[in-house]
């Protein structure tokens, strides 16, 4: 029999709430999918000359860049006034930026410091690289925070980077001023990078003086920046990210040099997405703000019906996510499972790593009747 890689548990058997969500659409049942995050599912006005954007004449001729075409790392850092065109380097999604930058910073085993709760995608993007996560704690006391005294115990020797999600998905929150400095002392003091994923920074709840919305201007500590046309205009499908590098001069250098060679090595990112990324940045004042108004009012829809039953809905300051913790009465799987038999999808807080019980989470993208009519059966569910 073959050897087949150890990365990942290949046996790994779906959980409970994948069988039954399969076996009731076998048999037909209607669901109400509050787990929905791909917008273009959700009914969006997209513009119906979008795909004549990829028709630029240029992509006919295949002229690779390493870091990207030029026009399109102009485009992506004029569409982001803090960015350095000459610090960007192009990826085919957020994804293949992990893993471009655990390839660049970590050897077999090294370790990469990441928040709880967080995003499950996160531990496989690491096995796949053979680098191991260390998970520092998120509090919540009425606002979600970094625990530093945690976050400092978790650094060793195989320590290589801190990573942050900004805002955080699914907490919804962002990183403060004084955070920021927390981050950089340590980070320096160790001789670790901070990787700043900030997909969701274009969804922010209302304004606030002390929040970071981006690391792109970092001097100090070597950070590296991650976005992508996936959220920002809602097209994943069109597959382009990027990494921003920034921090002390000589190890941003450093930094471009070996990344660009592992990108020569994939040249992964197609030709007509590149030239049209001038064309395409644009929709996040259209798309992106039709996303950034339906998640902002869908956010105060849920507070006012949530108000006075047996749910409470977490704060947060931004993002696509919606927290809500549920009587623990009976556990999130137990929640979820019985939730899906009453036709309503949702996802347990442990997908995300939650260390307590009972959250559920929910998607704020989805239209509007389907928010209603699925929070609806969720109360009546709770009682």
Same mark, same amino acid.
């Given at each position: 029999?073959?050897?087949?890689?150890?990365?990942?548990?290949?046996?790994?058997?779906?959980?409970?709430?994948?069988?039954?969500?399969?076996?009731?659409?076998?048999?037909?049942?209607?669901?109400?999918?509050?787990?929905?995050?791909?917008?273009?599912?959700?009914?969006?006005?997209?513009?119906?000359?979008?795909?004549?954007?990829?028709?630029?004449?240029?992509?006919?001729?295949?002229?690779?860049?390493?870091?990207?075409?030029?026009?399109?790392?102009?485009?992506?850092?004029?569409?982001?006034?803090?960015?350095?065109?000459?610090?960007?380097?192009?990826?085919?999604?957020?994804?293949?930026?992990?893993?471009?930058?655990?390839?660049?910073?970590?050897?077999?085993?090294?370790?990469?410091?990441?928040?709880?709760?967080?995003?499950?995608?996160?531990?496989?993007?690491?096995?796949?690289?053979?680098?191991?996560?260390?998970?520092?704690?998120?509090?919540?006391?009425?606002?979600?925070?970094?625990?530093?005294?945690?976050?400092?115990?978790?650094?060793?020797?195989?320590?290589?980077?801190? !990573?942050?999600?900004?805002?955080?998905?699914?907490?919804?929150?962002?990183?403060?001023?004084? $955070?920021?400095?927390?981050?950089?002392?340590?980070?320096?003091?160790?001789?670790?990078?901070?990787?700043?994923? $900030?997909?969701?920074?274009?969804?922010?709840?209302?304004?606030?003086?002390?929040?970071?919305?981006?690391?792109?201007?970092?001097?100090?500590? !070597?950070?590296?920046?991650?976005?992508?046309?996936?959220?920002?205009?809602?097209?994943?499908?069109?597959?382009?990210?990027?990494?921003?590098?920034?921090?002390?001069?000589?190890?941003?250098?450093?930094?471009?040099?070996?990344?660009?060679?592992?990108?020569?090595?994939?040249?992964?990112?197609?030709?007509?997405?590149?030239?049209?990324?001038?064309?395409?940045?644009?929709?996040?004042?259209?798309?992106?703000?039709?996303?950034?108004?339906?998640?902002?009012?869908?956010?105060?829809?849920?507070?006012?019906?949530?108000?006075?039953?047996?749910?409470?809905?977490?704060?947060?300051?931004?993002?696509?996510?919606?927290?809500?913790?549920?009587?623990?009465?009976?556990?999130?799987?137990?929640?979820?499972?019985?939730?899906?038999?009453?036709?309503?999808?949702?996802?347990?807080?442990?997908?995300?790593?939650?260390?307590?019980?009972?959250?559920?989470?929910?998607?704020?993208?989805?239209?509007?009747?389907?928010?209603?009519?699925?929070?609806?059966?969720?109360?009546?569910?709770?009682?």
């Amino acid at each position: 029999m073959i050897p087949f890689s150890h990365r990942l548990d290949w046996a790994a058997r779906p959980n409970a709430l994948a069988l039954l969500v399969d076996e009731l659409r076998a048999r037909g049942a209607p669901l109400i999918d509050l787990t929905e995050t791909n917008p273009t599912a959700v009914g969006l006005s997209y513009p119906d000359d979008l795909l004549a954007r990829l028709t630029d004449p240029h992509s006919l001729r295949y002229s690779p860049h390493p870091r990207g075409l030029p026009e399109a790392r102009r485009a992506i850092a004029d569409s982001f006034s803090l960015l350095n065109p000459e610090r960007l380097l192009v990826t085919a999604s957020t994804s293949e930026a992990y893993g471009f930058l655990f390839k660049l910073l970590c050897d077999p085993g090294d370790e990469v410091l990441v928040p709880q709760p967080s995003y499950p995608l996160l531990d496989f993007l690491a096995a796949l690289e053979t680098v191991r996560l260390t998970p520092y704690p998120l509090r919540y006391d009425g606002i979600w925070h970094i625990d530093f005294a945690a976050l400092a115990q978790t650094v060793t020797p195989r320590s290589r980077a801190i !990573l942050l999600v900004n805002p955080n998905n699914p907490t919804g929150s962002f990183l403060k001023r004084q $955070e920021r400095r927390q981050l950089r002392e340590l980070a320096t003091r160790h001789g670790l990078a901070l990787i700043s994923d $900030e997909v969701f920074a274009d969804y922010p709840f209302g304004d606030d003086p002390e929040r970071v919305v981006s690391l792109c201007d970092e001097t100090e500590a !070597l950070t590296f920046c991650l976005s992508g046309l996936s959220k920002g205009v809602g097209l994943p499908q069109l597959k382009l990210g990027w990494i921003h590098t920034s921090g002390p001069a000589e190890e941003v250098a450093r930094a471009l040099d070996r990344l660009e060679l592992i990108a020569d090595t994939y040249l992964s990112v197609a030709t007509p997405v590149q030239y049209a990324a001038r064309s395409l940045l644009p929709l996040r004042t259209s798309v992106g703000r039709e996303l950034a108004d339906r998640v902002s009012r869908h956010r105060r829809w849920l507070d006012e019906a949530l108000r006075g039953s047996a749910i409470d809905l977490l704060p947060a300051e931004g993002g696509w996510y919606a927290i809500l913790r549920v009587p623990r009465v009976r556990s999130e799987e137990e929640w979820a499972l019985e939730l899906a038999r009453a036709g309503v999808l949702v996802q347990p807080g442990y997908f995300f790593d939650f260390v307590e019980e009972a959250y559920l989470v929910i998607s704020l993208i989805v239209p509007t009747a389907t928010l209603e009519a699925g929070v609806g059966r969720i109360l009546a569910a709770t009682g």
